[in-house]
């Protein structure tokens, strides 16, 4: 499983009974942590670890968790462990450099993201996330190559095209970030961010009626940010 950036249950350990091997334990806890229940992920993941601590998956799932709730020395640690009992795996050097990017280490993060790469050079998550760090280091030409690259290999991925299409708008390519956000709402309408930046894109090409329609949506999904900015450009 990889990072993605998204209560225990008190109960959780009797959800098991003793004779739950340590491969039906950790499909349970990958289960949770899809389900975003991070916490009780780990409760599960600290049985399978007293029973057996060298499953890196088990170390890895960890890390994926504490990333997840912004624990990003607990994430490093369990990412680290998972990396030395399997340095074969694109995955952990992955995962742990999107730890690094959000501790700020950023060359680190760069070197890792490179290893993961040189194991397995076809993941465009790979690619997605080392565009995201181009855009922190300030290199939003860059940042446009990697989700090129990345949208390639994943075309019909719409997070790949949001980060694309809010790159091209801080670059000014007006007319390709629209194109590129519009075609980000098409595969998935449900994200209040990707109306936001539309509704930008917009106001930037001079089109109110337009951005303010995309405002209001966003407003509509729960954006705190056209909260705040469709009273101010569009009454």
């Known amino acids: 499983m990889i990072l993605r950036k998204y209560l225990a249950c008190a109960f959780i350990f009797f959800l098991f009974n003793c004779t739950a091997n340590n491969g039906d334990l950790l499909e349970k806890a990958k289960n949770l942590t899809a389900k975003g229940d991070f916490e009780a992920s780990n409760i599960v993941l600290s049985k399978i670890l007293d029973n057996d601590s060298t499953i890196a998956e088990a170390w890895n799932l960890i890390g994926i968790n504490y990333f997840e709730l912004e624990n990003y020395p607990l994430a490093s640690a369990g990412v680290l462990k998972a990396v030395a009992l399997d340095p074969s795996d694109y995955r952990f050097y992955y995962n742990l450099g999107n730890v690094r990017r959000e501790q700020k280490l950023f060359e680190e993060s760069f070197?890792?993201?490179?290893?993961?790469?040189?194991?397995?050079?076809?993941?465009?998550d790979i690619y997605l996330n080392r565009g995201v760090l181009y855009s922190k280091v300030g290199s939003p030409f860059k940042a446009i190559k990697e989700f090129e690259v990345a949208a390639k290999l994943e075309p019909k991925n719409p997070l790949i095209l949001f980060n694309k299409g809010r790159t091209q708008l801080i670059l000014n390519d007006v007319a390709g970030s629209i194109e590129t956000l519009e075609a980000a709402i098409e595969i998935n309408s449900k994200n209040p961010e990707y109306y936001f930046w539309l509704g930008n894109a917009y106001y930037t090409a001079s089109d109110t009626a337009k951005a303010c329609m995309n405002f209001k949506i966003s407003q509509e999904k729960g954006s705190e940010s056209a909260e705040a900015t469709y009273p101010l450009l569009c009454n």
């Not at 070197?111 to 465009?124: H, M």
Request: no cysteine; charged share 30%; net charge neutral.
């Open 111 to 124: 070197q890792l993201y490179e290893r993961a790469l040189s194991i397995k050079p076809d993941v465009a």
